[in-house]
């Protein structure tokens, strides 16, 4: 297999220039490769939007956890979408329940895997399983924590300044 990403980038690469059409979609294997080269930038992008509302975010370089005013951990997941044999969206999120973030934001991709969608802020107290399967529309139970921008998670993590007590 490394011969095959040396010379031609990928095994799906050699299929493609010798006109070779598996019966399987491997699209995915390359969606995934971009979104492990897009994590570190929507990682950076969420550090930077606490920081401009007031907080203070650090990663923690072994785990990949973010530390959130040194008082809370997030997890930064992004989930792929994906199309039933339907056409119905699913999205499969696996949450970090062994690195035990207090929250973990899922980042739900567009049909085309190229932009966000949307974002779900997941309390770790809420969520009972390792993986979840979301569909387009979810119920309360889990759009609650749905946002369409990560706006609220900025405000969360924002300090305010009181003014002194008398």
């Known amino acids: 297999s490394s011969i095959y990403r040396h010379r031609f980038g990928s095994l799906l690469r050699a299929y493609e220039l010798i006109g070779y059409d598996p019966d399987r979609d ?4 390359e969606i995934n490769r971009a979104l492990r080269r897009a994590h570190p930038q929507i990682v950076a992008d ?3 939007g606490v920081q401009r509302a007031g907080g203070a975010a650090a990663q923690d370089p072994v785990s990949e956890l973010l530390s959130i005013n040194g008082e809370f951990t997030a997890s930064v997941v992004i989930a792929r979408s994906f199309k ?6 699913r999205w499969r ?3 970090d329940v062994g690195l035990v973030p207090d929250m973990t934001i899922a980042i739900r991709l567009d049909e085309r895997n190229v932009a966000p969608l949307d974002y779900y802020v ?6 009972n399983t390792p993986r979840l399967k979301l569909a387009e529309q979810n119920g309360l139970s889990l759009d609650a924590y749905r946002f369409e921008s990560l706006d609220f998670f900025f405000a969360l993590a924002g300090r ?3 003014a002194e007590a008398a």
């Open 26 to 29: 491997y699209r995915y294997i």
């Open 46 to 48: 969420i550090v930077a």
């Open 84 to 89: 039933t044999s339907s056409g119905a969206l």
């Open 93 to 95: 999120v696996r949450l």
């Open 122 to 127: 997941l309390p770790s107290i809420d969520m």
């Open 160 to 162: 305010v300044r009181f």
